[in-house]
């Protein structure tokens, strides 16, 4: 069965550093692969999705991320973390009818 | 255009009672999904459907019973609220257009405490 590990809880960087949140998978098959975002209170917003082709994909708010299934890892980053990306982020990975969801990395900014 | 929206936003049950959470969304969109959210967790699904009248047991479906009479609403039946039933429940719907690579777009949640 497929399944998602976030092994980050919580990762705080300053405003202005690079921003790495790591994702492994296990899936059987050529996994479709997703990352959400959180804000305090509301529901989850798709920042991006991969599921083929080239293994950057590029997504809203000035996030990337990048598929490598020699280590089944799909990480986000941004260059540079605005004080407004504070939340919680989700990896997924699956059909949307089996989407089985890590157990998030929540980000901390510092002014 | 509003999305999806859910009520109630909180709620606090007795054990042993039953409620509906309520799901609609304006989009015309075909797929609509039950998650819920436990402290610390990922997102489960309990139940999706693909369209009215048809509905589908997700990875966490015990306690639980869905219907879509319409397109727009899918509601989330408990039936006999238990304290493992405490938590945030998001609904969240899809195009349907490509089942696997469709964008789900969430409602902001329902909180639920069972005492």
């Known amino acids: 069965a497929q399944s998602v590990t976030q092994p980050d809880i919580h990762i705080t960087v300053s405003e202005g550093a690079s921003l790495e949140l790591r994702c492994n998978y296990s899936?059987?098959?050529?996994?479709?692969l997703f990352w959400y975002v959180q804000s305090p209170g509301q529901g989850l917003q798709l920042l991006l999705k991969?599921?083929?082709?080239?293994?950057l994909v590029q997504g809203i708010k000035g996030f990337e991320a990048e598929f490598k299934r020699s280590q089944s890892s799909f990480n986000l980053r941004k260059p540079s973390v605005h004080w407004s990306d504070a939340a919680e982020y989700f990896c997924a990975v699956g059909g949307n009818n089996d989407m089985r969801f890590g157990a998030g990395t929540r980000l901390t900014v510092k002014p | 255009n509003a999305g999806v929206t859910q009520t109630p936003k909180f709620r606090i049950l007795k054990i042993g009672q039953s409620m509906t959470l309520q799901c609609t969304q304006d989009m015309n969109h075909n797929y609509m999904y039950w998650y819920r959210q436990d402290p610390g967790m990922g997102l489960k699904l309990i139940y999706y459907s693909v369209g009215a009248g048809i509905t589908d047991k997700g990875e966490v479906p015990n306690g639980y019973n869905v219907s879509r009479s319409t397109t727009e609403d899918f509601p989330l039946r408990l039936e006999l609220a238990a304290p493992s039933q405490t938590s945030v429940y998001f609904c969240?719907?899809?195009?349907?257009?490509?089942?696997?690579?469709?964008?789900?777009?969430f409602g902001p949640g329902t909180r639920l405490t069972v005492l």
């Open positions: 899936y059987g098959a050529t996994p479709y």
């Open positions: 991969y599921f083929s082709g080239d293994t």
């Open positions: 969240a719907s899809s195009p349907g257009a490509s089942v696997n690579t469709d964008t789900q777009y």
